[in-house]
């Protein structure tokens, strides 16, 4: 599923800036446990699942846990395609982050993969749109603090000049 609205014309930080380029993939034929062997060795909770090169599903560890709980199955009985998530819901390089931001609340998703032509580009994360929030927040922060200043120097300026006319008069 890829998100129906064009991107704004006013700039924001758009996919291409802020995806994730090293995103970790694995050949549908490597099964359920190639699944769990590359989460359980690696720092991501997440694998695209691809065919040919082509991504066609996404596996977390929430949907591992999922399928292991509800099933109560050992792993290798468990089929990689009954695990992942087939329908990605994904965007394009192109799409803005409050677009993006808005696609995973509605689709209560942590993992977005970017992909144009059906060629995975990227991957944006939960994690990821919280660091660039924080960024924005420090830039609006900073940016405040010095438009005080700025405020607090023209103030202090008009008290001048309004103490100097009336001390030396009009004239």
């Known amino acids: 599923m890829f998100l129906n609205k064009k991107p704004s014309c006013s700039y924001m930080v758009i996919a291409e ?18 699944v769990i062997d590359i989460i359980l060795n690696t720092k991501t909770d997440y694998v695209i699942i691809t065919k040919k090169n082509k991504p066609v599903g996404m596996v977390t560890e929430r949907d591992i846990i999922k399928k292991l709980i509800a099933n109560r199955k050992r792993k290798s009985k468990i089929k990689l395609e009954d695990a992942m998530v087939k329908n990605l819901v994904s965007v394009e390089s192109k799409y803005n982050i409050e677009q993006i931001s808005e696609l995973m609340q509605n689709e209560n998703i942590r993992h977005i993969p970017v992909i144009e032509n059906e060629n995975l580009l990227g991957i944006i994360t939960s994690t990821d749109i919280v660091k660039l929030t924080n960024e ?9 603090i010095f438009q005080n200043i700025q ?6 300026f008009f008290v001048f000049l309004i103490g100097y006319f009336i001390i030396h008069g009009l004239s």
């Open 17 to 34: 800036e802020i995806m994730k380029k090293n995103v970790v993939t694995m050949d549908i034929n490597e099964g359920f446990e190639g």
């Open 136 to 144: 924005i927040h420090e830039k609006n922060r900073r940016f405040s």
């Open 151 to 156: 405020t607090g120097v023209i103030i202090a």
